[in-house]
Structure formats: C-alpha cells, structure tokens
C-alpha cells in the first residue's frame, strides 16, 4: 500500500486497503502511526476520490488522530467528514459524524459542546430509524451526565440505552448495564431508589429531552 501511494497509484492503494479491511485491521493491531500516515497520503494524492471517499478518509484520521492523543486535529477531520456528508444527504453516516464529535469534546471535558453534537446525533438517529446508534447516543449522553453531576438524567439515558440494546439484541448491553451498577454505587442504595423511582414516575424518554432542551440553551446563551 505504502508503494502504490509512492508510486502515486492512490486508487489502487486505497482500493487495496479497503478489500483488504486494513482501515480497520491497522486500528486494531494498534498500528496508528502507520494508518494516519496512509490515510494522510491518500488524501494529499494526485487523484480524483468521490466526495464520499474524501468523507470515509477524513474519518479514519480522525478517529486515528483521537486515538494518538491529537485531539484538534481529530476535531478538524471528523468536521470535514460531517460537512461532506450533510451535502450528501447521508444522514447515517451524519450521526455517526455527529456521535464523534461529541465523544471528542467529552474527552477534552467541554461537556456543552459534547452535549450539543449528541443532541443533534439523537435526532438524526431517530429519523432514520438507526436504533443501535440511538442506544449507543444515549449511553453518551448518559456518561456526559454523570460527570456533570445529573444523576437522574444519566440514570434515565442508561436505562433507554439498555432497552434499546436489549431490542436489538446488542452486545453493549453488558456495557451500559455496569454504568448503571457504576452508578448505583457512586450514588448509595437508597438515592439509587429514588432516582429510579423518579425516572419511572416522570418518564426517562422526558427526563432526558428536557436536560438537553436545557443543556443546550445554555451552551447557546454561554
């Protein structure tokens, strides 16, 4: 691949890479360095990718970027990835962009920001029906929550995040479920109860849109 790229036969690299599955492979065998310098190049080359080529390489560096500790840039590239997207009218793929966003920002602590991008995900995730990534969105919004303190709004995320992994039958389900025994320890029994109390009083689904309409005033008049 390295060749092909030097060689600048960029399509044939990247065509490579993609049947290969060694977007992902490298990721996994913690070869990161040698990812973002291949995707770096495909994107630098003398050649003519689609805008959804450009999107699926902007996204590798950024989540490659994120990884090695480069936040701004992975902020940068995943914003990129969401521009490409929004004009494509990919709105899978504009979530995912969205959810990434936010999981940076939640790294950095700028939880506003964070809560922002995951309330724009949610939505879209929603519309198009995409029922994994709705769990998996809520279950950020729910960590969000519980670093800032607003244990009944996590607690409510965690629990729709469960049901929905449970529907779908999703492996995250044993994730999610630790945050809440996480959070039933951090809390003690008996506030755990009446948290959950509330939830099911109120209603988790109203609990949870209520904190974002909130959260994201704030974050707009901050």
Known sequence: MWQLCQAEQFLEA?????????FDKLSLWGANTVLLDLCHLLLSGNWIYTPQQKAFI??????????????????RYYEQALRIRKELGDQKNEGTALNNLGDVYGDLGQWQEALGYYEQALRIHR???????????????????????RMNVALACFLQAKRIFEQVQSPKVEGVARWIA?????VGEKQ???????????????????ALREMVSDRDQG
């Open 127 to 149: 519309d198009v029906g995409n029922r994994g990534e709705e769990g998996t969105t809520l279950w950020n919004i729910g960590a969000a929550c519980f670093d800032l303190g």
């Open 182 to 186: 996480d959070l039933r320890k951090h």
């Open 14 to 22: 990247y065509k490579l890479m993609q049947r290969e599955d060694m």
């Open 58 to 75: 902007s996204s590798y560096i950024a989540r490659t970027s994120n990884v090695l500790g480069r936040k701004q840039e992975a902020l």
């Open 192 to 210: 755990f109860e009446a948290l959950r109390a509330q939830v099911e009083h109120e209603g988790a689904e109203e609990i949870v849109e209520q």
